[in-house]
């Protein structure tokens, strides 16, 4: 069995606390746990497919483009190295010399942060101290960005929908018409040493409540 290490986009899911005293590690872990252990014994990845997953990935590119333009910056290239240390894996969406860029798209713009002063999500604080900590970079901007939806998982969000007509439906998620200061919204997150210690000690928490799952399997 391979040793454990966390995904950097996972790393909020062994981070939440325990409501009993008595406990070390959450439901939420245990189970997260659980499912990254059966992986391991039946060589199955568990998949997650979700509308968001499906836009964030298609946009991508589209989104680095714009935020280049929108914070001129000369221009953004999508990392595709992958780093690991002892206790993390992960691969950020941009690196640059002083500071990381990790891009979130809204699916619309109800989902859209627009009023938020804080990071709208603990889980990306998290992935964001893991990518800190396995690039030796200090800083780190949390971008979500307001997109047109792709024509095709529009086209799937409408199927069955007898209440309008396509091209109106369509205009619910397109937003290349709203000025672009409604359509980017920055938050920046610094490299907190404490917290990353935090994530190893979680880390080191995981392999023995794994290590104690093996042994009832006789694994």
């Keep these: 069995m391979k040793e454990f290490k966390i995904r950097c986009s996972a790393i909020g899911k062994i981070m939440t606390n325990a409501r009993s005293k008595t406990e ?70 941009a690196i640059l010399d002083d500071h990381i860029i990790d891009v979130k798209n809204s699916w619309d713009c109800f989902s859209f942060p627009l009023y938020f002063s804080s990071v709208p999500n603990k889980d990306y604080y998290w992935q964001a101290q893991g990518y800190m900590a396995l690039t030796d970079i200090d800083r780190y901007k949390l971008i979500y960005t307001l997109m047109d939806t792709p024509e095709d998982l529009i086209q799937r969000e409408f199927f069955g929908d007898e209440s309008t007509d396509l091209v109106s439906f369509a205009n619910k998620y397109k937003y290349s018409d709203i000025e672009s200061k409604y359509r980017i919204k920055v938050f920046e997150i610094y490299r907190n040493e404490e917290d990353i210690r935090k994530i190893y000690n979680r880390v080191e928490e995981c392999r023995s409540y794994l290590k104690s799952l093996w042994v009832d399997l006789n694994f």
């Design 24 to 93: 070390t590690l959450s439901k939420t872990t245990k189970t997260y746990l659980e499912e990254w252990s059966k992986e391991q014994i039946y060589n199955r990845k568990k998949e997650v497919f979700s509308k968001y997953i499906d836009k964030g990935n298609a946009v991508e590119v589209e989104s680095l483009n714009f935020i280049a333009k929108e914070l001129n910056y000369n221009s953004l290239v999508k990392n595709d190295e992958s780093f690991e240390n002892g206790f993390l894996t992960g691969t950020p969406d």
